[in-house]
């Protein structure tokens, strides 16, 4: 195990076969923002993360439990200071010597940090920072597809293949994550988010949150409201 503490800026996990965490290197803790193992021992992302990205991870495990691994794959997830953020992740099986299934185990490092030696990867890359750069403004396939110096057809494979979405489910995963954290972090009106986010239209804004968060955006800020009132 001391060997994944000698990886600089990668995030290791270990889970076991009801997604708890067994393990993480010290890297990993301070992601979380911990400083022990023990206070993550036998816990789940749903005590660390947004419950939506929580649901995507433990939905990972089981398919690679089940045989499907995960290579390469861009995911978001959260910072320690709750800001959002992309990394490379890889999640594989965990077997015993008998080769019964006990778990998973996984690999993540942040975008901006992984050196990748593909080109589709590094395809990805450049779409992926200008979206994150210019969510508020409107953007077209089109135009990061001719940034990225692809067919419109070639990025919608990269996109699919690194990140299981097409680039405009990814912008408006972007622009729904910013949003999110926009609602907890000030009080701003929800139709100034809503705008400065890149949605034109509140209404749309409202039932696009609510079918990426499965709550909608009056409910999310009441909740943090509470809790800091708690």
Known sequence: ??????????????????SEFVYGNQYFLLHLGVKHLRQVVGKTDFDFSPKH?????????????????VNNRLEVNTLVDGDIAWFITSKHVLTNNDDTVIGTF??????????TSTSSMDAVKIPVNFI????????????????????????????????GLTPKQFI??????QARRLL??????IAQIAHETGFVDNSY??????????????????????RTRV
Request: charged share 30%; aromatic share 10%.
């Open 53 to 69: 990205i929580a649901k995507q991870f433990v939905v990972d495990d089981q398919k690679v439990m089940k045989g499907t691994s």
């Open 106 to 115: 996984g690999l993540s490092k942040h975008l901006n940090q992984a050196q």
């Open 184 to 189: 907890i972090d000030t009080q701003r009106p």
């Open 132 to 163: 994150r750069e210019h969510y508020s403004k409107k953007i077209t396939v089109k135009e990061i597809a001719h940034l990225s110096h692809l067919s419109i057809s070639a990025l919608e494979r990269r996109f699919k293949k690194h990140l």
């Open 205 to 226: 804004f409202t039932r696009q949150f609510m079918k990426y968060f499965e709550e909608l955006p009056t409910t999310l800020r009441k909740q943090y409201i509470n």
């Open 1 to 18: 195990m001391m060997l994944f503490d000698l990886m600089p800026d990668t995030l290791c996990w270990i889970k076991n076969s009801k």
């Open 172 to 177: 408006n995963q972007v622009r729904l994550e």
